[in-house]
């Protein structure tokens, strides 16, 4: 606490990311991919003109929008790139959100949300999840000031299909409804080619998960052209270049090579089934997945206690410690051999 920040910045609580260790260790508490980025975009990382970073980069970035735009099936004016999707996250709850009425969310739901929320000083409404852990869209109401939820969830991984989503938005005509999809290449079903018919449906995603590229931080934002510039008017009272020329033409390389993408999720999809069949042997219970994590629990054994056994032996995870997540470990999926060393100590801790 300090005399000097605002008093708004004194009520925050900030997001806290999963641990990024300075140690190796195998790293399965984030849902980064565990495969490399396409080959191309090495290609292009190594051939890039460094006197391009003298100048600015495109204000609009066009040519990745329009590169989005073709894999998407839609117009670059229906395209809107961010910072990572947490920062278009941020943008679209400026941009949509800010309203008397509160903004419906499912109570488990990525945690970003909430801090928006306080943020930007937005009331939010819970919505609990259904008896089987999903996302109940028929709790979501009409009154609301907007809807807002993961398909797949996170950290439940469970996801939607496109018609239960469209059901949804038949009934909510007055406010946006926010898909956050960066889980949905992993066996979801993305709501974009809603956005025709719906033109208060924004779905985001990100080249963080199923593009292997978390660590140049680029995001988007899918819908009708009045909510691109609704998003595009904030971001230019914010920050102009979100997008350095360096990311947009590494992301662009990404979005070139579909062999690679669908090759790397199809494994990450193949380890996901064969982890979930281990898991269940071991004695745990583990929610339905359809994004490269599961959301696992032991009938006999303490998740935080496994959390800290996995860690000694080198093996990272995610545990939340909420009330409802208590009792579960979030499990990234990793390549073949890390979920075998999982198992392994797995074995020894389940005894
Ligand atoms: N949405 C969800 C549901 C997430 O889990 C994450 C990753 N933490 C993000 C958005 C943000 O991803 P990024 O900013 O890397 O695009």
């Known amino acids: 606490m300090s005399q000097f920040w605002s008093p708004a910045v004194r009520e925050l609580t900030p997001y806290v990311p ?9 790293k399965l508490n984030t849902n980064e991919n565990p495969y490399p980025p396409a080959p191309g975009v090495e290609a292009v990382l190594r051939e890039y003109p460094v006197d391009h970073l003298r100048l600015y980069p495109d ?48 109570e488990i739901t990525y945690s970003f949300y909430p801090v928006y929320c306080k943020l930007y000083g937005i009331e939010r409404r819970a919505l609990p999840l259904d008896q089987q852990w999903r996302v109940d869209l028929d709790a979501f109401t009409t009154e609301s000031g907007g809807a807002i939820f993961a398909n797949p969830n996170a950290p439940t991984a469970h996801g939607h299909p496109r018609e239960a989503i469209a059901t949804l ?18 066996g979801g079903e993305s709501a974009v080619p809603l956005i025709e018919r719906y033109p208060n449906l924004l779905v985001t995603g990100t080249f963080s998960k199923s593009r292997s590229l978390a660590g140049l931080r680029l995001g ?21 270049y979100p997008i350095d020329s360096l990311a947009s033409a590494l992301g662009i390389a990404s979005l070139e090579d579909r062999e690679h993408f669908d090759a790397c999720r199809e494994r990450v999809i193949t380890t996901r089934e064969r982890t979930v069949r281990r898991l269940a042997e071991l004695g745990f219970e583990v929610l339905p997945s359809q994004a490269n994590f599961v959301l696992a629990r032991h009938s006999r054994h303490d998740a935080a206690q496994l959390f800290v056994g996995l860690r000694e032996r080198g093996i990272l995870v995610r545990h939340f410690n909420t009330d409802a997540l208590r009792g579960f470990l979030r499990i990234s999926i990793g390549t073949d051999d890390e979920m075998d060393s999982l198992i392994e100590v797995f074995e020894l801790l389940c005894r």
């Not at 999963?18 to 195998?26: A, N």
């Not at 409804?177 to 889980?183: F, I, P």
């Open 18 to 26: 999963g641990e990024q260790p300075r140690e190796k260790l195998i």
């Open 59 to 106: 204000p609009q970035s066009l040519a990745l929008r329009q590169a989005l735009a073709r894999e998407y099936g839609v117009e670059a004016e229906q395209v809107f790139v961010g910072n990572g999707s947490d920062e278009v996250l941020a943008l679209a709850f400026q941009a949509f959100f800010c309203h008397d009425r509160p903004l419906e969310m499912p």
């Open 169 to 186: 938005l038949e009934r909510l005509t007055d406010q946006v409804v926010l898909v956050d999809e960066a889980y949905v290449d992993f």
């Open 220 to 240: 988007y934002a899918i819908g009708s052209r009045e909510l691109i510039e609704g998003l595009e008017r904030v971001k230019d009272s914010f920050n102009s």
